[in-house]
């Protein structure tokens, strides 16, 4: 049976046409968020204040990377950013770099700019002035996330502009510095989907907490009233490997940014739900870091300062 | 931004549900009308038909860039249906990546064979029409594999 004219052809050409070369691999393997801290009102305001030792904890467990998320819309004024929490991000950064880890700084609930993109646009790309200009020359193992979860009116296409115009500024002065973007949805996995191929050093984020319903079962803040359920037969288990198979799918440099369970899920579950997400994403070369380490989807309980056992061996075993 | 559509195409073939699952199920059969293209290199080919199973294969025209599915069933219903995620890298570079759907409908004195998929082209140099030409032309080959394997022709 001949080939339809043309087929060949096409198939010739296209590989021809083709540069040859494996997408890069990313800069994190096994990373930690830093969750409800600095992205808080006031640090403290949601049951977490970070603790110098908790780095050392985060680094002796085996992690390689913290992201902290951090609110900084909320403490920039008059072009600048308040100079005592700036100071804050510089001690974090410093307690994680003096325990060997890489930190992603993340800027987070940025509220506003979901809300109003064309409004807040310029702000935003200030700010990112800012924090490119304090932290020039610093070790590329300081990661930038432009912004996270984009959604509501921050749509994939909007996002992807906004980026990348803070990514020409930063450019010149972090050359090779991986710096994070994403797509809109809330940042998930269709969102990423959709964008175009990443540029240089540029490492493409996704959050993943399929199924909702199971990953927020019982948290009082999403006022969904969400029962308690289980998780963790066949179906549900595939799911995660074929979300992973297609988050990979592209090709590019890829984080799983976030994933994690509301800390009043079954534990077992919890576990089983953590270790397969975990696996599934290592098995397609998905660098990821855990929410979050010791508030409402704590791995780490801070009062005892003790892992939670089933967490954290989903996590590093 | 990566372009994606949708294509689905329909065939009436003349065997029954089953047989054309034994088809699409068997690895030496599926090999056969899938893989080992008219002047095509075939470098390497898996199967594992299960749900979570992959299918990977690499194979190359006349020596140049080398072409590689990978395939992750994630629902296979014997005689009826099998969903799967595939991605088709030249020399490592993704190309297109589809969420694909086939299904078999039992129809007069044979059944209807449909694919239908969810395309992303990530490369602007692959597009549905090329994509369109290449499903039909294997459905061609899977009908002919059928015919032969029922021993309706020669």
Redesign the interface.
Known sequence: ????A???G??????????????LAGPVERCMNLSNALEAPHEGDWGYVIERDHLGEIAAAGFDTVRLPARVDAHFRDGRIDPAFLARLDQVIGWAEAAGLQVILDLHHYEALMADPAAEADRFVAIWDALGAHYAGHPDTLIFELVNEPTDALTT?RA?DLQARVIARLRPAHPDRWIITSGGGWGGLDGM?????PGHRELRSFHYYDPWDFTHQLAPWTGQDLPARGWGG?ED???V??DM??AA???WPVLLGEFGTYRDTDPAARAAWTGTVRRAAEAQGIGWCYWGFAADFRAFDAGTGTWLPGIRAALLD | ??K?QTLQIDRFIRACPSDVFRVLADPDLRKSWLYD???AETLSFSLDFR??GYERSAF???G????ETEV?H??IEPDESVSC?R?L???????S?SEREMTLRPLNDGCLFRCAERM?F??D??DLT?HR??V??LV??LD?VIARSLNRVA
């Open positions: 049976m001949a080939a339809p043309g087929l060949r096409w198939v010739l050409a296209l590989g021809a046409a083709l540069a040859c070369g494996a997408a296409d992807a989907l959709d964008m175009a191929p066949a288990r595939a799911r490997k074929v198979f297609r799918a592209p090709g | 931004m990566p994606t293209l008219p002047g749900e979570g190359r025209f006349d140049g860039a080398v072409f992750l994630h629902r995620t991605i890298r030249i020399d490592g570079q993704t190309v990546t992303t990530h490369d140099r692959d090329r030409d290449m039909t032309y061609d080959r002919a």
